[in-house]
């Protein structure tokens, strides 16, 4: 039987295209940005025009919607940088449900169908993740209460861990090799990568459901 097929859209390095991979997905990725780390098919376009475009070829869709928002700039020679400074949320929830395909959508507005945490995976990380589905339903999962703090500098006073910060520099936040062991991303070394970067047990679990109930649909 072949695999499913998934586009994961603002891909970045593949955190969360490596999770879907590990559910048994074939990935493509779509980025704005060039990402020669990205270990699946890649392609970089607008993720909003590929989606609208080519959407309804895929069995599932992602998208990391980004989320820094602020003044619009859409225009001429700094169209690319567009997307640090525009909410992509709702024009990107349209689209992908314009394509009539089950999606999954990561980003801090997003509605809060899942909240995932790297404790609920063993992960020496909070990085909580808010998760809208559409076209199938995935299981809550319990959150543990956090056993400490986040290590290093907060307002002059040291603390300890257990927990590491996977965004930043200094401060006893966690340097490249952490960050890699803590999210368990081995394919990329780029601060930029990581820190932006879902854990692939997020999507993993995520996509394992995702691919079930994709096969009871077609089935
Ligand atoms: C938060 S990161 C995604 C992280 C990714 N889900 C992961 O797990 O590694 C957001 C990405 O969106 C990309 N991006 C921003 N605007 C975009 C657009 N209009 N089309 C495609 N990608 C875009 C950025 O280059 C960045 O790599």
């Known amino acids: 039987m072949s695999r499913p097929t998934l586009l994961d859209l603002c891909c970045c390095a593949g955190g969360a295209s490596m999770g879907y991979h590990r559910a048994g997905f074939d990935v493509t990725g779509v980025d704005i940005a060039p990402r020669p780390n990205y270990p699946f098919t890649f392609v970089q376009a607008d993720a909003i025009e590929y989606v609208r475009e080519h959407g309804h070829e895929y069995d599932a869709i992602h998208a990391s919607w980004p989320c820094q928002f602020g003044a619009a700039i859409t225009k001429g020679t700094n169209r690319h940088l567009r997307s640090r400074y525009v909410n992509l949320l709702p024009e990107g929830r349209a689209a992908m449900l314009a394509t009539g395909r089950p999606y999954v959508i990561e980003n801090p507005e997003a509605r809060p169908d899942v909240v995932l945490c790297g404790t609920q995976f063993g992960l020496p990380v909070l990085r909580h993740r808010r998760i809208e589905v559409h076209g199938w339903t995935p299981m809550a999962l319990p959150h543990p209460k956090h056993r400490g703090r986040v290590r290093g500098w907060r307002h002059g006073q040291y603390h300890d861990g257990p927990y590491l910060a996977v965004y930043g520099k ?28 879902i854990p692939p047990a997020y999507t993993q679990y995520l996509g394992e459901q995702l691919a079930a109930q994709l096969q009871v649909v077609t089935s």
Do not use: F, N, S
């Not at 952490?178 to 990568?193: F, K, R, S, Y």
């Open 170 to 197: 200094g401060g006893g936040k966690a340097t490249v090799p952490e960050m890699q062991a803590a999210l368990g991303i081995d394919w990329t070394d780029v601060h930029e990568e990581l820190t932006e970067a």
